[in-house]
């Protein structure tokens, strides 16, 4: 096994790790495939195809965070969801992830979510809502995000093919 094998299964796990994190918020995500992608055009010995391979995936990786992020924003604002709303999400979320492995993360991200809302407007109805609202936009910003992971990681598994047939 030569550095350029060995670089090449690196990038390949690293950016299955990324992609899996757009999920899972505990792991890396998006930038983990971007520097995966640009190591690989440098390190991984594939010339041409490797830059044309991180240039396409560097794309992909940033439009899926930058949509991500806007969709989510638009559709907070939209209905009237404060970032304090947001970041009590987040602060439980992170709790939740130590008391509740697995799960615990999107179970304390609701909750606190809920319990913010529900204390800002003082009516349950109006904090299942808004929470309902401000979690179908967190999960369809992830998913859109994960697409387009899984667009850059399809990206190097075909530049690898290429760069193995050429070689």
Known sequence: ???????????????????????????????????SLLAWGIWGGAGATGWVVFGIGAACVLAGMASSAVLTGRKLKQHGIPNRSVLAGIVLGIVGMFVLPVVGLFVGFAVGLL???????????KALVSGGAALKATGLGMLLEFGLACLAASTWVVGVWVAAVAA
Do not use: H, Q, W, Y
Not at 8 to 32: E, N
């Open 1 to 35: 096994m030569n550095a350029e094998m060995i670089v090449t299964v690196l990038c390949g796990v690293a950016i299955a790790v990324g992609v899996v994190g757009t999920i899972i918020p505990v792991l890396p995500g998006s930038i983990l495939i971007g520097l």
């Open 115 to 125: 319990v913010s809302e529900l204390l800002r407007t003082k009516d349950v109805k």
